[in-house]
């Protein structure tokens, strides 16, 4: 007698399940999950080659005065615009990361790519 039932209530199970995991995020979420976040590939430039310096537990305590990343992604847009243009004169004029500091560490320089990744990015009105 139970076997009858059996089959159709694991029917049932199987497709709650299938129905579960193949669940789509809707478009709108992923939206704002771009919008409250840096572009991941910018990101990866910030970090490697100026959160070092700028940051809110930077020594290099102008660096950090000029500019903190960290209060930057918290930032209002207004600001955030402000300071992208900033950016993009520091990026323009090659004066970051400094001079100095790459006569010590070479490797600090951003690449072509990466500059041009953060010129874009400092350029556009987005996040
Ligand atoms: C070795 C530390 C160091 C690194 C790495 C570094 N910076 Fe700086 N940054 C500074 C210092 C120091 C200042 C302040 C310079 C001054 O006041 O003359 C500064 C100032 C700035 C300013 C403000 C300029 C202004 O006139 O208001 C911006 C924007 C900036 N940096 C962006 C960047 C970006 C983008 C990177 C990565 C590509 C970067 N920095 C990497 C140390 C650093």
Redesign the pocket.
């Known amino acids: 007698m139970k076997r009858r039932f059996l089959l159709p209530s694991l029917a049932i199970l199987g497709l709650l399940f299938f129905q579960g995991t193949t669940k789509t995020i809707p478009v709108s979420e992923n939206l704002h999950v771009e919008e409250a976040d840096m572009p991941a590939n910018v990101k990866a430039v910030?970090d490697q080659?100026?959160y070092?310096?700028?940051n809110a537990a930077s020594k290099?305590e102008?660096?950090k005065a000029?500019?903190d990343w960290d209060a930057f992604e918290a930032s209002k847009r207004a600001k955030q615009l402000a300071t992208k243009g900033?950016?993009l004169e520091?990026?323009e004029s090659g004066d970051?990361?400094?001079k100095k500091?790459l006569e010590n560490k070479p490797e600090?320089k951003?690449s072509e790519a990466e500059l041009a990744t953060?010129m874009d990015w400092s350029k556009s009105k987005k996040k």
């Open positions: 910030v080659k100026c070092g310096c700028h290099n102008k660096g000029k500019l900033k950016i520091v990026l970051m990361p400094p500091f600090g951003l953060l």
